[in-house]
C-alpha cells in the first residue's frame, strides 16, 4: 500500500496498464480497447516487455481479461452517458485513461478517479508532465478503503452531487480489499441517485475457475503476496448478489467473465481469449 510520503503508482495498476498496451503492440487487429496512455503515464524500463507477467504467450489469457473488462466499462460509461448520465465515479482507477483517450464523452461527464493518495498524487504529477493537465472535469480524489476515513465525503467536497445519477465503475479493486471494505463500499453506493448503475469486478474462488485457466491464477497468488499486494478476498457470484443486494439495490445481475469473451472476442483468427477467474456485478439503484 502507498501512502503521500510513498509516492508512486500502484504496482497492480501499472501492470493492467501494460497489459492494455501490450494488446495493441502485440495482439493482431482487431483490437478490443486501444490504450497506450497508461504506458506513457508508466514510463516503464526499455525492458519492459520482456517482463515474465508480459509474456505474450503466457500471460495471453489475463491480458485478455484486461481489455475484455476496460471495454465493457467503456461502452457501459458511453451508454449511461448516451442516457444522460452526467457523473462517472471510478473506484480505483489506477492508470485508468478514459478521461485522456475519449475527451469527447468524458469532457461532458463529470469525472472522478479515486484511488490510493500515493498512485493520484503521482498520475496527477505525470499527467500534468506530460502536457493531458488535469482539466476541470476531471477530479482526482485519493482516498484509502481501508483506512476508514469517509471517502464519501470526500467525493463530495470533489464536486460530486449524490442527487444526481451516476455510473460507478470498480474493476480489479475486490481482491486487494477485506469483504469489510467491500461491503461498506456496496453500502454507500447502493444510496446513489435512482438510476445510477455500479459495474464491480471480483475474482472467484479457485474452485470456480475453469480447470484450465487454474493452474496459472494459482501461480500468481504467490507473487501477489510477494509484491505487497496479496489477494485477499474472493466471492462467490451469489455471495456478490447478496452483497448487493442486502445493501440495498434494486437490481443486481452476474455477468461472467464468459460473456465478455462472447463478446469481444468470437470469431478472432488468433485465438486469443480472457482467462476465467474475473466476473462483474452490475447493480442499479
Ligand atoms: C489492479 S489495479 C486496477 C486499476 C483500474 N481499476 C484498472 O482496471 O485498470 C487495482 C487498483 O486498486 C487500488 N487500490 C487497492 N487497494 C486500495 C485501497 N485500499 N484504497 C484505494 N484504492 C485501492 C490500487 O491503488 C490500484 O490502482
Known amino acids: 500500500m502507498t501512502d503521500e510520503q510513498d509516492e508512486g503508482p500502484d504496482s497492480t495498476a501499472v501492470r493492467v496498464a501494460l497489459w492494455r498496451a501490450m494488446h495493441v503492440q502485440v495482439d493482431s487487429p482487431p483490437h478490443v480497447i486501444e490504450d497506450e496512455i497508461g ?3 508508466a514510463a516503464p524500463d526499455e525492458g519492459w516487455r520482456r517482463r515474465p507477467d508480459m509474456d505474450p504467450r503466457g500471460t495471453s489469457g ?20 448516451g442516457h444522460g448520465v452526467s457523473q462517472y465515479v471510478a473506484l480505483g482507477a489506477g492508470l485508468d485513461t478514459f478521461a485522456q483517450r475519449r475527451p469527447e464523452i468524458a ?15 503521482w498520475k496527477r504529477r505525470r499527467l500534468i508532465d506530460l502536457g493531458y493537465g488535469i482539466p476541470d472535469w476531471l477530479r482526482l480524489v485519493p482516498v484509502d478503503f481501508e483506512a476508514g476515513a469517509d471517502w464519501w465525503e470526500q467525493l463530495s ?32 453506493l447502493a444510496g446513489l441517485a435512482p438510476g445510477s448503475t455500479l459495474a464491480m469486478t471480483f475474482m472467484l474462488p479457485t474452485e ?3 480447470d484450465a485457466d487454474r493452474p496459472a491464477l494459482e501461480a500468481t497468488t504467490p507473487q501477489a503476496q510477494a509484491a ?30 464468459s460473456v465478455l469473451a462472447e463478446r469481444y472476442f468470437a470469431d478472432r483468427a488468433d485465438g486469443l481469449r480472457p482467462s476465467s477467474g474475473e466476473d462483474l456485478l452490475v447493480a442499479t439503484t
Do not use: W
Not at 481482491?175 to 461491503?183: E, G, H, N, P
Open 208 to 210: 470456480l475457475v475453469d
Open 62 to 81: 489475463f491480458r485478455a481479461a484486461i481489455v475484455a473488462r476496460a471495454r465493457f466499462i467503456e461502452d457501459l460509461v458511453a451508454e449511461r452517458a
Open 107 to 121: 469532457s461532458r461527464l463529470r469525472v472522478f478517479e479515486i484511488d490510493q493518495p500515493g498512485t493520484q498524487a
Open 228 to 257: 505487497g499486494t496479496p489477494f485477499i478476498s474472493f466471492h462467490t457470484p451469489q455471495e456478490m448478489l447478496a452483497l448487493a443486494r442486502d445493501a440495498g439495490f434494486k437490481d443486481a445481475h452476474h455477468v461472467p467473465g
Open 157 to 188: 467536497e470533489a464536486g460530486f452531487d449524490p442527487g444526481r445519477p451516476a455510473v460507478v465503475v470498480c474493476t480489479g479493486v475486490t481482491v486487494y480489499l477485506t469483504k469489510d471494505a467491500t461491503t461498506a463500499i456496496l453500502r454507500r
Open 39 to 41: 504506458l506513457q503515464l
